[in-house]
């Protein structure tokens, strides 16, 4: 036995004598002015039942370690004041009746996959301990009912991370000053009293033996190998034990990515199928051919003076790339993705419900919140009765609270309006420069100016979104604490909302320029629409604007998510070895190795502010680039997936070796976020719709072949009914009439030897020699007609799909239900059979002390 207490001694987990195991830490500087209210809070400290020990750092001697240990009679007693729930006897599942047909098909189905190899995705079961807490019925920890839970060894009946939670609850009420609002660790975090409180990892996630061999050292070594290790990226995650370690809240943020993850296989490979169907039917496309061939149709300049006449099988590239993207499968897969957006949500719910049983919070109400400081400070001199605590607290009058939401309503509408001037900045920028490129010395720039000018407009666009969003998060912080919101769940939702929303303008505004406004109200050669009366709105390519959104949407997906890659854990990296470094410079590598762990813990990164909001919010962006505008991008689920894939297994490496461990915290659902998917997944719906409808050429085509191409009134829609589409889409325009400033300088000589007297242009106009010379033509007007019916068909065919899969799929599976009812009948059995054991047992003791009494019960 004193083996045992020497090695904890020597691993930086227990206290001096090897005995009490540290369940939280506390650092402060000696040279910090707050020495008195340290003091007291100390002392206060003690007095709640807690043991402490303080050690000096190794490396500064300024720096001081508070260790704290919570003894058996604490726990027992916060757990109680704190509803723990807390094993007490095994879990009996119950079987479904099942018919002998049925049980002889699960038969046929185990003896099939018998044979098949074992899934290459589920972890190695022996690896994992057995986390006896899933597999038991729970009820909120009672010391008067101690009996009834299964206690092997007080020591670690109370895992670490609900001892570390304990030991916050108890640090949260401490007071350190006498007064009612001189109390909690996060004011003396806020005023420099402490520089950091966190609680221990449980050593070190390296171990020089195998873990196959040898087995896990602890459970970091375990999440580290089974986990975070590159190598098990294509594994499923070990959530019961990310929970266990890390706390709910965290494990359901891994579940949602996970399950997001998985439900991107589906949307990624009809995507891919999409882009492969462009791929193989692009030799048989009849407009690409089209355009491909028209060497005799001479296009209009797209720019004034500088842009030359072009032949319209110059943009033949351009067309076939554009095939990949716009074809006759886009307006499946737009379907598609919205389906799928709300079944994802619907199965997340069910998910989630599983989820929660296993890991009880079913029934788990979060407790009364405390009320912030700043709100406290703010309104102590008005105070009402609370209807819940009948305590009186800090009261905000109503005509003070709508005030401060009008002005922080006025800074969110600002920073918007900010945004859209920004996009009109880069609009201008577009106008400008396409004129710059088209008269480029360079020949590749020069022929390629159109593509030149969307490519570094977007990259210009990519950093002025990174430049705003280091402004949004400060304009955000302002605006929340303007409201000065009661609590801190009610301060984290405000918050959140206005971030999203100031990222979503950010990051999608020019994307739906592009999409919808790009090329949309140019005017038309001789009578241009001009930004200020001076500079020609920018038109597209002859092939469409798709092209445009299409590169828009790569660029900025790539350049986003690799940049938020490397902020997420390139950062804490460098920060980490520039840490190790300086300490090796200073004290040598062997000195390092025979850190304690709570100098190693120290010495990471502390978990961000903001919790899990970056994580969240960078997934949620993701998740509107991967529906939003999916019809124009169908392999934006792939690059999603590919994404989400490493996302895991960075944020695990993050958690586990490079950041403090966080303190595990309960939640029942992913919060705020499930309501911003389901805005998303509604927005999506109809942004979809008028890609289709508006930007991409889907309806033109359709337009024309069933009633302007060779199979008119003939019911059919081949590539055969297509031929003479591209003529047919083109106007005519006569050089002649060119304005002033407008006029290029060729004349077009180059093309047939003499100078040009006609030029073409995307649109449904008449001819110059008509009684209304370039007017709309009737099938302008069959176009726009049959735009506007497709919007109206689409939006509610999907909606309708959507509702119906909604009112479909029950948000608890039946199975769950039927447990969760059974569960809820043995435990109300088991505690009536445990209390009339304990009774009987007294009155057998009665009995033999010669105490009985002829009414005692039973």
């Known amino acids: 036995m004193q083996g045992v207490p020497d090695k904890n001694k020597s691993n930086g987990l227990y206290f001096r004598d090897g005995k009490c195991r540290i369940d939280y830490v506390l650092v402060y500087r000696k040279s910090s002015p707050q020495t008195e209210k340290r003091e007291v809070f100390e002392r206060n400290i003690r007095a709640e039942g807690l043991q402490m020990e303080k050690e000096s750092s190794l490396t500064n001697s300024d720096i001081i370690f508070v260790k704290l240990h919570a003894p058996w009679e604490v726990l027992g007693r916060y757990a109680e004041v704190m509803n723990v729930r807390m094993p007490f006897r095994r879990k009996i599942y119950y079987l479904h009746r099942r018919h002998k047909f049925m049980n002889r098909i699960e038969r046929q189905i185990s003896r099939f996959r018998g044979w098949l190899p074992r899934k290459p995705m589920r972890l190695d079961k022996e690896t994992l301990p057995d986390l006896e807490e899933n597999d038991c019925y729970t009820a909120p920890f009672s010391q008067q009912r101690i009996h009834h839970f299964i206690i092997h060894n007080k020591d670690t009946f109370f895992n670490n991370a609900t001892r570390s939670r304990i030991v916050h609850h108890i640090l949260q009420r401490v007071k350190y000053e006498e007064g009612k609002n001189k109390i909690g660790l996060n004011r003396l975090l806020t005023n420099g009293s402490y520089e950091a409180a966190f609680p221990l990892h449980e ?168 009320i912030r400081p700043q709100f406290e400070a703010k309104y102590s001199k008005k105070e009402r009765m609370n209807p819940i605590s009948g305590k009186p607290e800090p009261y905000q009058a109503f005509a003070d609270k709508c ?111 592009i999409a919808f406004f790009l090329g949309r109200f140019t005017g038309h050669p001789g009578a241009y629409l001009r930004l200020i009366n001076r500079w020609r709105l920018e038109e597209c390519h002859p092939s469409g604007c798709l092209i445009d959104l299409c590169m828009q949407m790569g660029i900025i997906m790539v350049l986003k998510q690799t940049w938020n890659n490397f902020m997420e854990l390139g950062y804490p990296l460098i920060q980490n070895w520039w840490t190790r470094r300086k300490l090796r410079q200073e004290h040598g590598s062997q000195r390092k190795a025979s850190f304690p762990q709570w100098e190693k813990d120290y010495n990471l990164q502390p978990m961000n502010a903001y919790g899990l909001f970056d994580e969240y919010l960078e997934m949620i962006l993701q998740f509107g680039f991967t529906t939003i505008f999916v019809a124009a991008f169908p392999l934006a689920p792939l690059l999603a ?218």
């Open 203 to 370: 050593g070190s996630y390296r171990s020089k033996n195998s873990i196959r061999t040898h087995g896990a050292e602890n459970h970091r070594h375990l999440l580290y190998e089974c986990w975070a290790s590159w190598g098990v990226w294509y594994k499923y995650q070990p959530l019961d034990l990310v929970r266990r370690y890390f706390g709910e809240k965290i494990g359901l943020y891994f579940a949602w990515l996970g399950w997001y993850t998985g439900m991107l296989f589906p949307a990624a490979f009809i995507g891919l199928f999409v882009f492969l169907y462009g791929v193989t039917t692009l030799n048989h496309c009849q407009v690409s051919k089209e355009v491909c061939q028209a060497t005799d149709i001479i296009m209009c300049p797209i720019c004034d003076k500088y842009c030359p006449f072009m032949r319209l099988s110059d943009s033949c590239v351009y067309a076939k790339v554009t095939h990949l993207f716009d074809n006759g499968a886009t307006v499946f897969f737009a379907v598609f993705m919205a389906v799928w957006a709300t079944v994802f949500l619907e199965f997340w719910k069910r998910r989630r419900a599983v989820i929660a049983y296993d890991w009880d919070l079913i029934d788990w109400e979060e407790e009364e919140e405390e």
């Open 403 to 513: 005030s401060r939401l009008i002005v922080s309503a006025s800074g969110i509408f600002f920073m918007i309006c900010v945004v859209i001037a920004a996009v009109f900045g880069i609009v201008i920028y577009r106008v400008v420069t396409v004129s710059t490129f088209a008269a480029f010395k360079w020949a590749l720039i020069r022929n390629n100016s159109q593509v030149a000018t969307t490519g570094t407009a977007v990259c210009i666009n990519f950093c002025i979104i990174m430049l705003l969003n280091v402004l949004y998060e400060k304009v955000a912080l302002l605006l929340t604490n303007l409201e000065q919101p009661r609590t801190e769940s009610e301060w984290e939702n405000s918050f959140t909302l206005k971030m999203f929303l100031f990222q979503f303008v950010n990051l999608n505004s020019s994307t739906f320029y």
């Open 641 to 858: 997936l590919l994404n989400n894939i490493i996302e895991i297994r960075l944020d695990a490496y993050k958690f586990v070796t490079q950041w403090r461990r966080p303190l595990a915290s309960r939640a029942k659902d992913i919060g705020i976020w499930y309501g911003i998917l389901e805005g998303i997944g509604i927005l999506s719906v109809i942004t979809n719709a008028f890609v289709v409808a508006v930007t991409s050429d889907f309806i033109p085509r359709l337009v024309y072949a069933y009633k302007y191409g060779p199979c008119a009134g003939q019911g059919e829609a081949g590539q055969k009914c297509m031929v003479g589409y591209v003529n047919a889409s083109l106007s005519v325009f006569l050089v002649s009439d060119f304005e002033n400033r407008s006029e290029p300088t060729s004349n077009g000589s180059e093309f047939s030897g003499s100078p040009l007297k006609y030029c073409r242009y995307r649109d449904y106009r008449d001819p110059p020699h008509s009684p209304v010379p370039y007017g709309y033509t009737l099938q302008f007007w069959h176009v726009l007609a049959a735009r506007l019916a497709f919007i109206i068909v689409f939006e509610h065919l999907v909606f309708c799909i959507k509702h119906l899969i909604s009112y479909l799929i029950p948000d608890l599976p039946k199975d769950l239900r039927d447990r969760m009812r059974r569960e809820k009948y043995l435990i109300q059995e088991m505690m009536y059979e445990a209390e009339l054991e304990r009774l009987q047992k007294e009155r057998k003791e009665r009995k033999k002390n010669g105490k009985s009494h002829n009414n005692e019960w039973p």
